[in-house]
C-alpha cells in the first residue's frame, strides 16, 4: 500500500479534460466577427493557469466538432513540443493547442458535407463526453494513485436533442465513475442536458453573462479542485430542467409510456419496445431511473396503462400499470414504483 | 357406569368435623346435591347446585372419619360425614366426575367480558383469538398504525373489518414470525438436577418438570433407550424417575460404594451409573468422518470419556488411582461439555412437553430419521476425498474468475442511437432561437474560413494584456458573489435531507400524520363508488365527514409555522388539498347526479314509468302514455 509519502498525488491534485465547443456555425453567427478569437483569448490563459496552480496537475483538452471530436492536447505525453520556446507571449502549450486546433477544424471542414444547408448546428457533444470517460478510465485503471478526474464542458451551441440518449449514457457513466462534470455554457440558452449532467454527477453549472469576463467566471468557479470543493461555496443551479426525451422521435416529453424491461420512453404507446423486443417477463424489483418531472415534492407522475406489468418495489408483487404510483423524491433522480397499497411505507 | 344418582345416608356437619351431625340422606346428581334430614323437624335442608361448589375435599383412608368436603368459593362449605370409606369414595367420585364436566364448559357469563372495546361488526365472532392477538400485536409495535387505528376505528369513521381488510399482509407475516421461532434449551444444566434435601424428615426431594425431562434425554441418550425400553412394560414412570434420581444422588454424594452395591443389586440402576455407551459410539463415529481439511466438528477429543486423567470429579475430588470398580467416574468437564453440544444443538422436536412418553418416543423417531439419512461410511469417505482435493486448491494461484456478464442487447441500435435527420431537422427547427435564424446565411465554408482565421489572428497576435479588463472582472466577480448569497443555504447542500427535516418536529409529525389518514380514507373512498348500497352511502358520508375535517386543519397547520417555512410547507400540503378537493368534487357531483335523477322521477309523476336492470345498476326508462 502506498504510504502517504510515496504518493506524490495530493487531495488537490486534479486531471482536468477540457471540452471545447468547436461549432463554426455557432460562432461565425455570433455577434461580433471576433467571437472565437475572443473565447480563445479567455480560455487558454485559464488552461494555463490550471497547470500553473500545481505542479502535478494534469491537462486534457478535446475539441467538440460537428462532424467529428478529437484530442488536442494532453499534458502528461512526454516529450511534446512544449519545450519550444514561446512566441509572442503565447506560451508553448497554448501554441500547441492552436496548430491541433487548426488541424483540427481542417478535418472537421473535410468531413462535413460540402454546399449542404446548415440543417444541424449542434456539436457532438456526445462524441467528446465518451473520448473523455474513456481517457479518464484509462488513468483510473493504472493503478490507485491518479489525480482525481473532473470534466470541464465549454459549450456554445443548443443542445442536439437527437444525442438524447448518447449523452445520458455518458453521464451516468460519469456517475458511475464519480467523475463530475462541469458545464460552462457561453452559448445563448440554457442547455438542459448539461443541466441535468451536472446535476447527476455533482458539478457545477454556471451560464457568464459576459464573454469578454470568462476569464474571471472560469478562474474563479471552475478553477478549484474537487477536494477544496468541500469548503468553497459554488453556484448551484436554482431549477433544473429535466425533461426527458421520447426514444422514437428523441422529442422532449413531459408525460410519456414506459417500457418496463428496459425503461425505454416512448410518447405514444407501442405493443412491442423497439429497444428490448417483445417480452413478456416481468423484471426484477427495485430498479432505479433517469427521470423526474420538476422538482415538485412527491408528486404523482401518472403513466397512463401499459400493457406490461411492473412489480411494487415494497411488496414486490406484479401489478397492471393503473394500481402503480410512481413517486418522485425530491432532490434525486429515481423514480420509485410502487403499488397503492404500499405505497404509505414510502 | 356410575349410577348417575346417588344416594346415600350421611350425616351432614355444619360447623365442622367435631360437629357430631345432622343425620339424614345425601342425593347426588349431575347438577346438584340434595340433604334431607331424618328428623322432619330438623331446619338443616339443603338444596344446592354444582356451580355453587368449587372442589372437594376427604379425608384419608384409615382416618377415624369418612368425611367428603365441598368447598365453595367463598370458603365455606359443605361438610359429609358417611357410615363408610366406601359409600364416600363413591359420592367423592360423583362429586369429582361432576365437577370436572363443569369446569370444562366455559360459563356463559363470562363470553360478555371478553368482547374487546372496539365497534363490534357482525363478523366479530368469526374471529379467532389468535388473529385477535396479532391484532393487537401489530398495533402494539407499530405506533403509526395504533394511531391511524385509533383515529379512524374509534372515532367511528371506519370498521375494524374494513381496516383490516387492506392489511392482510401485515397479519400473515406477523403469522409466519410468530410460528416460525422456538425457543431453545436453556444454557442451564437442568438435566443435572438437584434434589431438596430436607433434614427433620430425611427425605431427598427431586422435582423434574417436562421440560427438564426433554433436557435429559437429550444429553443423555443411554437413559432415554432405557426409558423406552423399561417403561411401561417393565416399570411405572413415577419408579423409573424414582430410580434416576437414585443414581444421581449416588453419583453426587460421595457414596462410590453404596453406588456399586446398588448397581450390583439393580440392573435397572446400574443403567443409569454406567457410562453412556451410545454417547461414546456416537462420537466414535462422528470423529471417523471428519473432514481432515477444516471441519471442527468432532475430534479426538470428543470421546472424552474414555480419557484418563482430566478434568474433576463430580464429587469434587481428585480422580484416584483405584479404577479396578467398573463404575466409571463422571466428571464435571464431560457434563459441561455434553450440555453444551446439546443446547447448540437445538431443539429437534416440535412436540408440547407433556407426556413424557410422547416425548421420549418423538425423539427416538427423530434420531432415526437422522440415521437413516445419514449415509453410508463409504460414501461420506468418497465426499471427504473430493473435499479434501478440492480444498487444497490454492486460490491465490488461479486466474481471476470473472462473472459472465449479461450481453448488451439492443434490438435495433441504429435507431436508438442515430437521429432521424428528418425529425432533428423539424425538431432543431421547432426549438430554434435566434442563433438559428442568425446562422442561415451562412454556407459551412464560411463558417469555417471564418473560424479558421480568427485562430491564425489569435497565432499572430498573441493573448491580449490584460486578459480581463478589471473593472469587468470586478463586475463578474460581484455577480458571481450576490447569486452565491442569494440562493438558499440549505438548497443543494446535502441532497439527501428533504424538506421535512427541515422543519419543526411537531409540524413533520401533525403533515405526516394527516397525509396518511388521508391515504387511507381516500383508499376507501374510492373503493366504495360506485355506490349500491345504503351500507355504502353511510360509508363515503362518514368518510367525507372525517376527510372535510382535515382538510379544515390543514390550513391551520400551514399558519403554525415560521414563515420561512411557509412556502415550502404549502407546497407540500398542497397536493393534499388537491386530492382532497378532487374526492369532494366527485362526491359532489355524483350527489348532484343523484338528485336530478330523484327530481326527474318526482317530476314525471303521471307518466308511465318502466325500470329495467342491466348489469347491476337500475336504468330508469320513461315513456310517455298518451
Sequence with gaps: ?346 | MEPPVVTMRAKYKASGPKDPGVAGVLTMRDDSFIFRPNDPSSSVKLDVSFRCIKGHKFSKEGSKQALLNLTQDKGGGYMFEFANFKDRDVCRDLVGRVLGRLQCLPPSDQSAQVVPAQPTTQHDNQLSMAEMEQRMNLLREDSELQKLHRQLVIGGVLTETEFWATRKNLLDDAAHKASKQRAGFKSAMLADVRPLTDGRTNKVTFSLTPEIIHQIFAEKPAVHQAFLKFVPSKMSERDFWTKYCRAEYLHRTKNSVAAAAEAAEDEELAVFLKHDDILASEARRKIRRVDPTVDMAADLGDDYSHLPGHGILRDGSKESVDSESELPKRTLLQDLNRHAAVVLEGRTLDVELGDTRTVAEALARSKQAEVATETSDETENQKRLERVSQMTEIEDLQAPRSLPYAPLCIKDPREYFDSQRANAFKATGDTGSGVNKDCCHLSTKQAYESLRAQILEVKSVGFKDPIVIPDLALKVLNDVNQQLSSTDPQLGKNPQATVLDMLPHRTKEELLQHWTSIQELLRHFWSSYPLTTTFLHAKVNRVKDAMAQIYRKLPEVKESVQSEFRHQVSLLVKPMLQVLDEAFKHYDAEMQKRSTKTMSKVGMTGLGVFYTRTGGYYTVKYEVLP
Design chain 1, 1 to 346: 500500500m502506498a504510504s502517504a509519502t510515496s504518493n506524490p498525488y495530493t487531495d488537490d491534485v486534479s486531471l482536468l479534460i477540457v471540452l471545447m465547443d468547436t461549432n463554426p456555425y455557432f460562432w461565425g453567427a455570433m455577434n461580433g466577427a471576433a467571437a472565437f478569437s475572443q473565447f480563445l483569448n479567455q480560455v487558454l490563459p485559464f488552461l494555463n493557469s490550471i497547470l500553473l496552480l500545481n505542479q502535478l496537475n494534469q491537462l486534457v483538452v478535446i475539441a467538440t466538432g460537428v462532424n467529428s471530436c478529437d484530442y488536442l492536447y494532453d499534458s502528461s505525453r512526454v516529450g511534446h513540443e512544449s519545450e519550444k520556446r514561446s512566441t509572442k507571449g503565447i506560451p508553448g502549450h497554448s501554441l500547441e493547442i492552436l496548430q491541433k486546433l487548426e488541424d483540427f477544424i481542417a478535418k472537421d471542414q473535410q468531413l462535413s458535407n460540402s454546399d449542404e444547408a446548415p440543417g444541424k448546428i449542434c456539436s457532438l457533444l456526445s462524441g467528446s463526453l465518451s473520448l473523455a470517460l474513456c481517457y479518464i478510465q484509462r488513468i483510473l485503471r493504472t493503478g490507485p494513485v491518479h489525480p482525481q478526474p473532473r470534466i470541464l464542458c465549454l459549450q456554445a451551441s443548443p443542445d442536439g436533442s437527437e444525442q438524447y440518449v448518447a449523452i445520458m449514457n455518458a453521464i451516468f457513466s460519469a456517475q458511475r465513475s464519480m467523475v463530475p462534470i462541469d458545464s460552462c455554457v457561453v452559448g445563448s440558452e440554457d442547455s438542459a442536458f448539461l443541466q441535468q449532467a451536472s446535476y447527476i454527477t455533482g458539478g457545477v453549472y454556471q451560464k457568464p453573462q459576459h464573454l469578454d469576463g470568462l476569464f474571471q467566471c472560469l478562474s474563479m468557479v471552475f478553477a478549484t479542485d474537487l477536494h477544496s470543493r468541500r469548503f468553497l461555496k459554488l453556484p448551484t443551479p436554482t431549477g433544473v430542467d429535466f425533461r426527458a426525451s421520447c426514444f422514437c422521435h428523441k422529442e422532449p416529453i413531459g408525460m410519456g409510456y414506459v417500457c418496463s424491461v428496459c425503461l425505454s420512453i416512448f410518447c405514444k404507446y407501442h405493443t412491442k419496445c423497439s429497444t428490448c423486443g417483445p417480452t413478456k417477463q416481468v423484471p426484477p424489483r427495485g430498479y432505479s431511473f433517469s427521470f423526474t418531472y420538476g422538482m415538485a415534492k412527491w408528486s404523482r407522475l401518472c403513466l397512463r396503462p401499459f400493457k406490461f406489468f411492473l412489480r411494487c418495489l415494497v411488496c414486490g408483487f406484479p401489478r397492471r400499470g393503473m394500481d402503480l404510483r410512481i413517486f418522485v423524491p425530491p432532490h434525486t433522480i429515481s423514480l420509485r414504483v410502487t403499488s397503492n397499497l404500499c405505497s404509505a411505507k414510502i
